[in-house]
C-alpha cells in the first residue's frame, strides 16, 4: 500500500504541532483502529507544550498508552486525567484534512468545522446530479472518562477532532480556555516496532490537555 502520514496536533500544554513518522504497512481494506483520546490536567504549564517525540525524565511520546509510573514522569505527579469532557470528531477527505490543517487555530471548534466541510462539500457538488452529490460529513462524539474516551473501530482515512469547550469544567465551574486545540490523525498509523496500531491492546492513544 502507499506510505500514509499521521498529522497529529495535541493539546495546549502537551503536543502542538505536526506529528508525521511514516506509517507502516496496513491492509487498506480491512484494517480498523481504536483510537484513546485523554485529557489531562496540568497543574504547571512550565515548558509546555511538547513535541511529539520529545523525551521528558526519560519517557517518549509514541501513540502508546502511558504506564503509571511513565504517566507520572511525563507529565508530573500532580496530573491526573479529566473524566467527562466531550470530543468531537469528523472522518473527512485528504483535501478537506489539509484545508482544517492548514488553519487549525480557526477550525478549533464544533461549529467552524460544520460550517466548513458544509462549505467545501458544497462546492464540490455543484452541478452534479442529486445521486452523485457528495455527503456532509457526520459530526459525531466520545466522552472522556478517567480511562480516556475509547473511540472502537476507526477505518484509515482522515479525522479531525475537537474538544467541546462547554464540558471542560470543576466544581461545576466550565473553563473554556482549559479546552485541547484540534488535533488531526490519519490511520494507519505505526507503532515503535513499525507495525500498525489496532485494535484493544493495541490501540492508538492520544494525550490532549
Request: negative net charge; without cysteine; charged residues 30%.
Amino acid at each position: 500500500m502507499k506510505k500514509r502520514f499521521l498529522s497529529l496536533i495535541i493539546a495546549l500544554a502537551m503536543m502542538v504541532g505536526v506529528f508525521t513518522p511514516l506509517i507502516a504497512s496496513a491492509d487498506e481494506a480491512t484494517h480498523k483502529t481504536d483510537v484513546v483520546v485523554h485529557k489531562i490536567e496540568l497543574k504547571d504549564l512550565k515548558d509546555w507544550p511538547k513535541n511529539a517525540g520529545d523525551e521528558v525524565n526519560g519517557v517518549k511520546y509514541d501513540g502508546s498508552q502511558f504506564g503509571e509510573d511513565a504517566f507520572s514522569k511525563y507529565f508530573g505527579s500532580e496530573a491526573k486525567e479529566l473524566a467527562n469532557v466531550t470530543f468531537n470528531y469528523w472522518k473527512v477527505t485528504e483535501e478537506d484534512y489539509k484545508v482544517l490543517d492548514a488553519d487549525h487555530k480557526t477550525y478549533n471548534n464544533t461549529k467552524t468545522v460544520e460550517d466548513k466541510l458544509k462549505e467545501l462539500v458544497a462546492a464540490r457538488n455543484e452541478g452534479k446530479e442529486e445521486a452523485e452529490k457528495e455527503a456532509v460529513p457526520t459530526t459525531k462524539t466520545a466522552k472522556t472518562t478517567s480511562n480516556g474516551a475509547t473511540i472502537e473501530g476507526l477505518e484509515n482515512g482522515y479525522y479531525w477532532f475537537v474538544e467541546d469547550t462547554d464540558t471542560v469544567s470543576r466544581d461545576g465551574r466550565t473553563f473554556a480556555g482549559a479546552a485541547a486545540v484540534p488535533f488531526g490523525l490519519t490511520l494507519p498509523y505505526a507503532k515503535a516496532d513499525g507495525t500498525p496500531f489496532g485494535q484493544g491492546k493495541d490501540a492508538l492513544h492520544v494525550y490532549p490537555k
